[in-house]
């Protein structure tokens, strides 16, 4: 049977403020439901992303990787109204994107407030991306709330002008005060700009007598405790891993809206390779491979320590240097043939560099930082 319902919202306790769901029973959930694949979009980061990979491979489940991003106005200097958008990688290119979208957001975006994108970063990196509106907490979402509809027009044909297909409307049901009020609005807009709506159900714990577990949570996160009259309830009870059929009864008014779950999630295909080590290019003389050029700088370094360490003009020096050679010769064999000599060097600089500005390092430790190579 078709599935009909596939959650593309989910925040894991790799969410560290808002999540309770651990990745390994989500996947089950997952399993469980019949659903063949499943989103996990933790706020600003991808720290379960191999986890959950090799979770949902094991399960026969398509993983579809994605992040809750902030976002603020490029003019929004004081970050007073910080927005919501969820991005998913549809293909490789956006997996790259995504990747340099939070890193950006933790070199750049950083406040005392948290760790938000600029508006303008997301649209120099929207390649390969699927974009999801945030609901009542993203931009549009805002302005409908505010019954500002030609300003939330502007901004969803802003966003559709990005994202052109991949741009969807976010709806939810959570039971807040304004979800009915929202959805209204943005089906409306939806159908008067040809933009597709989505059902999400921003889970954020696996029952939902989870709940006051969550919020204990947050409370932790947020210094506060549960009986204060003043804290902010942002989530509901209602934001489980609901099943298909929950779902469908939920939207049975936006049947479109669960259809679009499923079409997103076929849309979404990517597999981050794992087993293979990727190093940085390190630079070489013109003419030389990296192999010949590692190998020639560990010999010119020996040369140097042999130097310093022994006679070079007594009777035995040539016999003690054959030991040091072959002994060189075959770790440098065994490098290269394991493919390390970038490692090698990569390090050398970092130990070079520090020791030129007076920082201590060492001693290492293991069969790398104990060998020959590493000495000379």
């Known amino acids: 049977m078709a599935p009909s319902f596939i959650h593309l919202r989910c925040h894991s306790d790799f969410?560290?403020?808002?999540?309770?769901?651990?990745i390994k029973p989500l996947v089950q959930r997952a399993a469980e439901l019949t659903m063949p694949a499943i989103a996990l979009t933790d706020l600003n980061n991808f720290y379960g992303l191999i986890k959950f990979q090799k979770a949902a491979f094991s399960k026969g489940i398509k993983p579809i990787y994605g992040v809750d991003m902030l976002w603020v106005e490029d003019d929004d200097t004081e970050i007073s109204s910080p927005y919501c958008?969820?991005?998913?990688?549809?293909?490789?290119k956006g997996y790259k994107n995504l990747i340099q979208l939070i890193s950006r957001a933790f070199l750049e975006g950083q406040s005392v407030r948290g760790v938000y994108l600029q508006q303008s970063w997301i649209e120099e990196l929207s390649d390969g991306l699927i974009a999801l509106s945030g609901a009542?907490?993203?931009?549009?979402?805002?302005?409908?709330?505010?019954?500002?509809?030609?300003?939330?027009?502007?901004?969803?044909?802003?966003?559709?002008?990005?994202?052109?297909?991949?741009?969807?409307?976010?709806?939810?049901?959570?039971?807040?005060a304004d979800d009915e009020r929202h959805?209204?609005?943005?089906?409306?807009?939806?159908?008067?700009?040809?933009?597709?709506?989505?059902?999400?159900?921003?889970?954020?714990?696996?029952?939902?007598?989870?709940?006051?577990?969550?919020?204990?949570?947050?409370?932790?996160?947020?210094?506060?405790?549960?009986?204060?009259?003043?804290?902010?309830?942002?989530?509901?009870?209602?934001?489980y891993v609901k099943t298909g059929e929950e779902m469908a009864e939920l939207f049975e008014d936006v049947p479109e809206a669960l259809e679009?779950?499923?079409?997103?999630?076929?849309?979404?295909?990517?597999?981050?390779?794992?087993?293979?080590?990727?190093?940085?290019?390190?630079?070489?003389?013109?003419?030389?491979?990296l192999d010949e050029f590692f190998r020639s700088?560990?010999?010119?370094?020996?040369?140097?320590?042999?130097?310093?360490?022994?006679?070079?003009?007594?009777?035995d020096f040539t016999a003690i240097q054959k030991t040091y050679r072959d002994r060189l010769d075959f770790e440098l064999d065994t490098i290269l043939q394991m493919g390390f000599?970038?490692?090698?060097?990569?390090?050398?600089?970092?130990?070079?560099?520090a020791k030129q500005h007076d920082i201590p390092v060492g001693p290492g430790r293991g069969s790398g930082a104990g060998s020959l190579v590493a000495y000379v």
Request: charged share 25%; proline share 3%; net charge negative.
């Open 297 to 315: 700088l560990s010999h010119k370094g020996l040369d140097n320590r042999l130097a310093v360490l022994f006679d070079v003009s007594s009777d």
């Open 136 to 176: 009542s907490q993203g931009d549009v979402g805002r302005a409908l709330l505010s019954e500002k509809i030609d300003l939330a027009e502007s901004r969803l044909i802003r966003w559709k002008t990005i994202f052109g297909d991949r741009y969807y409307l976010d709806l939810q049901r959570l039971g807040r």
């Open 183 to 239: 959805l209204h609005a943005a089906v409306s807009l939806a159908e008067n700009n040809s933009v597709a709506v989505v059902a999400t159900n921003s889970c954020c714990f696996m029952h939902r007598s989870d709940y006051e577990a969550h919020e204990v949570r947050v409370c932790v996160s947020e210094g506060r405790v549960l009986d204060d009259p003043r804290r902010e309830k942002r989530y509901t009870e209602e934001q």
């Open 260 to 289: 679009n779950t499923v079409l997103i999630a076929a849309r979404c295909n990517v597999e981050v390779e794992l087993g293979k080590y990727y190093l940085p290019d390190y630079p070489v003389p013109d003419g030389m491979t």
């Open 15 to 22: 969410s560290l403020v808002d999540g309770l769901l651990r």
């Open 85 to 92: 958008i969820t991005l998913l990688a549809q293909n490789h």
């Open 341 to 353: 000599p970038g490692y090698f060097l990569i390090v050398m600089d970092f130990i070079r560099w």
